[in-house]
């Protein structure tokens, strides 16, 4: 895994190269760039924007190194006086950002950087990284959590994921995004998501017979949950209870399917069990389930207490990217933008505000210019100043993760659905517009 302390080569190469050139020209006055995405992914009526105000803590930290020196002067393509100028770099500007786990729609900034050009331009890739990962496995989690109607779902994901690194931040998301557990034990343990996972096919393939397997795990794990589904499935159930009466002392939390037509085999399991008074053993399902699948067998009354799902939500397969800019919107006190074909920006450091009825509910948001007073809660709050995090941040997972389930409970219904729903309203003020339009004009001179 890539270390902490090497995240300041953590860059795309342009970025050093354009720090060079700023420096070499003298040009440091005072940048704004906006981290916003131009599009939803196909699937998704909201973006859960994560990882925003995690990585401003990481920024705060940046150092380049003798080592990192070292290995930029053998690229052959930095003076030796940039170099030194990298050595004494320490970020100096704000950052503003939404709360993690926050509900957005496009063109709304996630976060604003302002600081010394070069100081915003090398910290470009990193921020992107940590806010494209973070916020692609959330918005997935989420759905996961509106299909499931309030049972758990367990993330599986680890094995199939591209990456150390994203398996251990993707809980953080998951966390945020309101599963109830994982099965990865060092990112369970950092970010206080419930640790929880059953065993694997082999552990009953290794034994004889799979009822002795399933009295040792029973033995040295009380509750647990045994894997029913490596022969027979009803078979072992049977067996299971039969085992049960016999020893009233031994204790099953529940069994799990992981193959097969899962909501027969859920039917099938659930009557044996209650049939024999085991009303009170759980049946968990996994294997290949994703949203659309859990939120079939439940609409179909599949008597299922719980989801582990791996694939899909590791890989977030059928939305795995985000279309994130970050794009300079002023420099030296003068509005920017760009004007390319489906490319257009918005120039000047912003805010947003989502305007709410009378019962709590989300019906707007208002782009403005930072300077604006619009109705609503401003969504963008500072995080940093000067370099340095502000008292609170970052804000415990706890709390974030308490503002995250109020903030997607607060949107409208049609847009907690699995189906698209009718795109929520975001308005740019007048005066954006008129920038907009005056910026237009000057570049286009």
Known sequence: MIKQEDLPLMVDLYELAMAQAYWAEDMADTSVFSLFFRDLPENRNFVLACG??????????????????????????????????????????????????????????????????????????????????????????????????????????????????????????????????????LAGRDYGLDVSGTMAHSFVQAYPDEMEAFKVYARLYPGTTLLVDTYDTRRAVRRIVDWLQEEPDVRIGGIRLDSGDLEQEARDCRKILDDAGFSDIKIMAS???????????????????????????GAANDAPALELAYKLTEYAGEPKMKNSSGKTSWPGAKQVFRQFDGNGVARRDVIAGIDEQVDGLPLLETVMADGVLLPGFPAPLDDLVLKAGESVFALPGPLRELEQAKAFPVEFTDYLQDLQAETLKKVSV
Do not use: C
């Open 52 to 185: 925003q105000q995690h990585v401003a803590e990481l920024i705060g930290q940046l150092r380049f190194t003798s080592d990192h020196i070292e290995r930029l002067r053998r690229l052959n393509r930095f003076q030796p006086e940039f170099l030194e100028w990298l050595r004494n770099l320490r970020f100096s500007g704000s950052i503003r950002a939404v709360t993690e786990g926050t509900p957005l729609f496009p063109q709304e900034p996630i976060l604003e950087v302002t600081a010394p050009i070069a100081e915003a331009q090398l910290l470009e890739s990193l921020i992107m990284n940590y806010v494209h990962l973070e916020s692609v496995l959330a918005s997935k989690a989420v759905r996961l959590a509106f299909a499931s109607g309030g049972k758990p779902v367990v993330d599986f994901g680890m094995r199939r994921m591209h990456g150390l690194d994203a398996a251990h931040r993707g809980v953080r998301a998951y966390r945020l995004a309101g599963l109830a557990g994982t099965s990865n034990v």
């Open 287 to 313: 294997g290949g389930l994703d949203e659309y699948r859990i939120a079939a067998l439940l609409q179909a009354g599949a008597p299922i207490d719980g989801f582990g799902v791996g694939t899909a939500i």
